[in-house]
T-cell receptor, first 116, second 112 residues
Framework: DAGVTQSPTHLIKTRGQHVTLRCSPISGHKSVSWYQQVLGQGPQFIFQ???????GRGNFPDRFSARQFPNYSSELNVNALLLGDSALYLC???????????????FGPGTRLTVL | KQEVTQIPAALSVPEGENLVLNCSFTDSAIYNLQWFRQDPGKGLTSLLL?????REQTSGRLNASLDKSSGRSTLYIAASQPGDSATYLCAPPGPGNTPLVFGKGTRLSVIA
């Protein structure tokens, strides 16, 4: 079975541009979460979607938005890019969207975004 | 607010040693906790999931323990190998619907 997939692998943008990152969850998983990881830090939670609805949002500005499609894949959009948005963007999928002790998160390989 | 601290920040050991990585968290009202491994520039690989009702979970040479009351988890790696070199991250869930909260991790180097 394929794991979580993300595209593109790498991306270079300039300040002020817009970017769209994509994620496909493990087959059968209905929840997708997005995380930002800057160099030397642990990942930081951005969004969680479950059954196409937003279930959680981290402390990120409104320039960040996301959505989940009927096939449970997801897009993360970032507008008006800043230098500080340069990071590894990670997507995780899980079976459930709620607080279940069985709810294991599985991560994709990430998208490396560089903003110049 | 959930805050995660991992000690030590970095660790270098000779091959074959047994080692312990420590994780502490501030909000003990958790339903599970995961340990991950991350190779440089790569995504996270799930190593172990400990449910809140469990005290230990084992996978091969890895053993993780959880003490909710004290806000601590430890990852024990037996007979370390150079291939174990990576950053290890523990992640309990956060408040509300935050699935995971991470610390900065422990960067492990196993020297052959």
């Amino acid at each position: 079975d394929a794991g979580v997939t993300q595209s593109p692998t790498h991306l270079i943008k300039t300040r002020g541009q817009h970017v769209t990152l994509r994620c496909s969850p493990i087959s059968g998983h209905k929840s997708v979460s997005w995380y930002q990881q800057v160099l030397g830090q642990g990942p930081q939670f951005i969004f969680q979607y479950y059954e196409k609805e937003e279930r959680g949002r981290g402390n990120f500005p409104d320039r960040f938005s996301a959505r989940q499609f009927p096939n449970y894949s997801s897009e993360l959009n970032v507008n008006a890019l800043l230098l500080g948005d340069s990071a590894l963007y990670l997507c995780a999928s899980s079976l459930f969207g709620g607080k279940s002790s069985y709810n294991e998160q599985f991560f994709g390989p990430g998208t490396r975004l560089t903003v110049l | 607010k959930q805050e995660v601290t991992q000690i030590p920040a970095a660790l270098s050991v000779p091959e074959g040693e047994n080692l312990v990585l420590n994780c502490s968290f501030t909000d003990s009202a958790i339903y599970n906790l995961q340990w991950f491994r991350q190779d440089p520039g790569k995504g996270l690989t799930s190593l172990l999931l400990i449910q809140s009702s469990q005290r230990e979970q084992t996978s091969g040479r890895l053993n993780a323990s959880l003490d909710k009351s004290s806000g601590r988890s430890t990852l024990y790696i037996a007979a370390s190998q150079p291939g174990d070199s990576a950053t290890y991250l523990c992640a309990p869930p956060g408040p509300g619907n935050t699935p995971l909260v991470f610390g900065k991790g422990t960067r492990l180097s196993v020297i052959a």
